[in-house]
């Protein structure tokens, strides 16, 4: 692993270029919005910071996963 914090890995994705186009982003948010208003939540902003990775193509799917197991196994 060559981050040592969640943080230090989420800056260096947010770096990235975005790696899917602006419809692709759109839907994903849209995706994101429905799951919370099926579950009847809001999301905080930590959450949406995360969100975020996945939304803008940051991260692909199997990264993200990696940097949730990372960040929230080990608290």
Same mark, same amino acid.
């Given at each position: 692993m060559?981050?040592t914090?969640?943080?230090?890995?989420?800056?260096?994705?947010?770096e990235?270029?975005?790696?899917?186009?602006a419809d692709?982003?759109?839907?994903?948010? !849209?995706t994101? +919005?429905?799951?919370?208003r099926?579950e009847?939540? *809001?999301?905080?902003?930590? &959450?949406? !910071?995360?969100y +975020?990775?996945?939304?803008?193509?940051?991260?692909? *799917?199997?990264?993200?996963? &990696?940097?949730?197991?990372?960040?929230?196994?080990?608290?």
């Open positions: 060559k981050y914090t969640a943080d230090q890995w989420r800056n260096a994705a947010m990235r270029e975005n790696s899917v186009d692709e982003s759109k839907r994903r948010r !849209a994101v +919005e429905a799951h919370h099926s009847g939540t *809001v999301p905080n902003e930590t &959450q949406m !910071a995360d +975020e990775l996945y939304i803008l193509g940051k991260m692909h *799917v199997e990264e993200y996963q &990696q940097y949730l197991l990372f960040k929230y196994g080990a608290q």
